[in-house]
């Protein structure tokens, strides 16, 4: 990944209509960190612009997933809410305090370029961030420090594909 450009670029007929909303199916039904169902469904398959409230992601599970971890350090695997593809680890060049702490201060889990798999996700020309698939994740708010994708914690809650 190195040698390109980042963030990928997607067309946007990627979120044409499809099935269910902008995806073949809604999300699965056992979402991690017990992010609601209805909620998850609405801002992955039928939202272009539009997020979870800033600061829900710190209402679920998840940050008592992370104390409670044998390694508290370790990277996490997030994946599609919809298809259960893979589509961010962290923390990747950085502690999980400072994982924490950014997307705390930005109100939605913060990844960088080098935590995102590219197999699967794309960014808009107007910022939105994507699956290959058309789940809609959250929008690529850059920084100083580069790309910031914002994402929307219900979108990257799923279980891993089997």
């Known amino acids: 990944m190195a040698s ?5 670029m997607a067309p946007e007929d990627v979120m044409s209509q499809k099935k269910h909303g902008t995806s073949e199916e809604a999300v699965m039904k ?19 612009h539009y997020a979870e409230h800033a600061g829900y992601w710190t ?3 998840f940050l008592n997933f992370v104390k409670n971890r044998e390694d508290n350090d370790a990277p996490i695997d997030f994946y599609d809410s919809v298809t259960g593809k893979r589509l961010f ?7 999980m305090t400072d994982f924490i702490k950014e997307s705390q201060s930005h109100g939605w889990p913060s990844f960088r370029d080098e935590e995102t798999n590219w197999d ?6 107007n910022g939105e961030c994507i699956s290959t698939t058309g789940t809609h994740l959250g929008h690529n708010i850059p920084d ?14 799923g279980q891993e594909e089997k």
């Open 89 to 95: 680890t962290a923390p990747v060049g950085r502690t």
């Open 59 to 61: 209402s679920t599970d």
């Open 4 to 8: 390109q450009k980042l963030p990928l």
């Open 30 to 48: 056992d979402l991690r960190w017990k992010c609601d169902f209805e909620t998850a469904d609405r801002i992955c398959n039928f939202n272009r």
């Open 144 to 157: 100083t420090s580069g790309n910031r994708y914002c994402i929307n914690l219900v979108s990257v809650a």
């Open 120 to 125: 699967y996700v794309r960014c808009l020309d």
